[in-house]
């Protein structure tokens, strides 16, 4: 079926790609046959395509890595909630799925594939992607018509991209969000997407890129005494979660106040723990950076409506999806009740007390609410809501081993809980139509990340015994065409030749291998009892 797409005005810029580059072995000596070292070499890429197990972000702390144990004891809050507005019911319990292991045959054709286009390979120029310019940090009144191409061509365009399948839903038709983007949390297809990368403002969904800059930071145990200048430069009507001066909170108390309550004290005393707003802010800009999130720009870690803030809804899928790694921000993000430290009193008798009073997580996706139901599988992330921004929404959820991430920016529809019941109608979408659709783009992964680790490797993530696999940031080729265009002239023919099809064989398979192996699955969630 041809693809679907709305555009208002056309764009030709090509597509950004993320490619993977391998360091290329040599033969033992300028004498040695080139049969053999090709046969050795060739043993060497067969077991680089094997690799499927990928490494966790690279702010992720030491011993924290996703696929690691946790980090401190399962917390003790509650997962079943309720409250005033709210429905009682528990949610439907699911579960993050592993990926499969990729089977021997698709290696073998990849193989093939590679050896036919053998020939192509050794007179093609390495194709070095540039780095996407910095666009204006003032939002637009509509979609611009060259919006950055980071993740796919498509992703640049106006309006909706989609290419629906043989027997696909079409897309809900009343969704009226500026912009929005639905993607499958683990492989990062984008299923469909409507101004992705629309610089807009982002509200409390930018605390995703504080909590996922600052998590690793500090142990949930630490503990510190909130002074004054913690809590100085608050945005005037700014959320709450009620921290008081002098009291003293862990760590883990004020990461349950920025996820249930979004509070902005809490942000700005673990930004004070972190050395000040300003530092925090440059940090969470140069990971924004890393994750290739180049449509954000941060000026307050809060999301707090300022000039110049923006960021899109590709990047905020960016930040949730390189979030979800990390065990804290799994258990957080999808908490629905806690217990969160009050004021300290004394009574008449000199004897010192604390109570804890409830907060509950505003998701109502999460929590239900007078109109609309807990949604099915539901298991984070963040919401927001401004007068700049309107209702933003990041949400992640598992039915039938499919994870999806959808993000909606500023329904243009203002009614109650709007922004959940759209996201609710895109990943209903999602759920039916993820494998009868072709994906329009995908989620890039963080520059420098080693998204193709095999299994039994070593700690470094290097094959036994192998050249070690790295993967480079957009913008980098390859060096394995260099390589073998300098054996050749060393004067050794048979030599120069073999590594110029090793080195030729190399990129192909390395690009191969990208494509099997750029899966970054999404560990298991923790479930709510039913």
């Keep these: 079926m041809a693809p679907t797409t709305v555009p208002r005005t056309k764009d030709t810029t090509a597509s950004v790609r993320w490619t993977q580059k391998y360091a290329v072995g040599s033969p033992a000596s300028s004498n040695a046959s080139p049969l053999p070292s090709f046969h050795r070499f060739l043993t060497k890429v067969i077991q680089m395509t094997q690799l499927h197990t990928p490494k966790a972000s690279r702010n992720q702390e030491t011993g924290r890595l996703s696929f690691m144990g946790p980090v401190s004891p399962p917390s003790a809050v509650t997962r079943r909630r309720g409250g005033q507005g709210e429905r009682t019911s528990p949610p439907e319990p699911c579960t993050f799925s592993t990926v499969p292991a990729i089977k021997k045959t698709t290696k073998q054709s990849l193989l093939v594939t590679s050896a036919a286009l053998l020939s192509l390979s050794l007179t093609a120029a390495p194709v070095v992607a540039a780095d996407e310019p910095s666009p204006s940090t003032t939002p637009s009144a509509t979609p611009p018509a060259n919006m950055s191409t980071v ?66 930071k500090f142990p949930r145990t630490e503990r510190h005494k909130v002074a004054v200048a913690d809590l100085a430069d608050l945005g005037e009507g700014s959320s709450l979660v009620g921290i008081k001066e002098d009291e003293t909170y862990t760590v883990h108390d004020l990461w349950l106040g920025v996820f249930l309550r979004s509070g902005n004290d809490a942000v700005h005393v673990l930004s004070a723990m972190n050395g000040g707003v300003a ?81 509950q997580n505003t998701n109502r996706l999460l929590t239900g609410d007078s109109d609309i139901s807990t949604y099915q599988g539901i298991a984070g992330v963040k919401n927001g ?51 009868k659709i072709t994906p329009v783009g995908e989620l890039v992964p963080p520059r420098g990340a080693d998204t193709s680790t095999q299994a039994g490797s070593d700690p470094s993530g290097s094959p036994s015994g192998s050249p070690s696999g790295t993967a480079s940031g957009a913008g980098r080729g390859s060096t394995a065409p260099v390589a073998a265009s300098a054996g050749a002239k060393d004067g050794s023919s048979g ?24 899966r970054w699955p999404l560990p298991d969630l923790m479930r709510r009892r039913r």
């Design 279 to 359: 530092r925090t802010v440059e940090q969470m800009q140069t990971h924004a950076e890393d994750l290739q999130a180049l449509d954000t720009h941060v000026v307050t870690p809060d999301g707090y409506d300022e000039k110049g803030q923006v960021s899109s809804a590709y990047d905020l899928t960016l930040f949730a999806r390189s979030g979800l790694q990390k065990k804290d921000f799994r258990e957080y993000c999808s908490t629905v009740r806690a217990k969160f430290p009050g004021e300290t009193k004394k009574d008449k008798k000199g004897k010192v007390s604390r109570e804890s009073f409830e907060i």
């Design 151 to 216: 993740g796919g061509a498509r992703l640049g365009l106006p309006g909706t991209q989609a290419d629906l399948g043989s027997g696909a839903p079409v897309l809900p038709k009343d969704v009226t969000a500026r912009s929005w983007i639905v993607t499958d949390a683990e492989s990062g297809d984008v299923l469909a997407s409507h101004n992705a990368h629309w610089r807009l403002p982002p509200a409390s969904t930018l605390k995703m890129l504080f909590a996922d800059t600052l998590l690793p």
């Design 495 to 518: 030599i120069g030749i073999a590594l110029a099809v090793a080195g030729g064989l190399l990129v192909l398979l390395a690009g191969s291998a990208f494509l099997v192996n750029r």
């Design 385 to 435: 809501n401004t007068t700049n921004a309107g209702a933003t929404f990041t949400g992640v959820a598992e039915r039938n081993g499919k994870v999806l991430l959808v993000t909606v920016m500023n329904p243009e529809k203002h009614e109650h809980n709007e922004v959940y019941k759209e996201a609710a109608q895109l990943l209903d979408w999602g759920f039916k139509a993820a494998d």
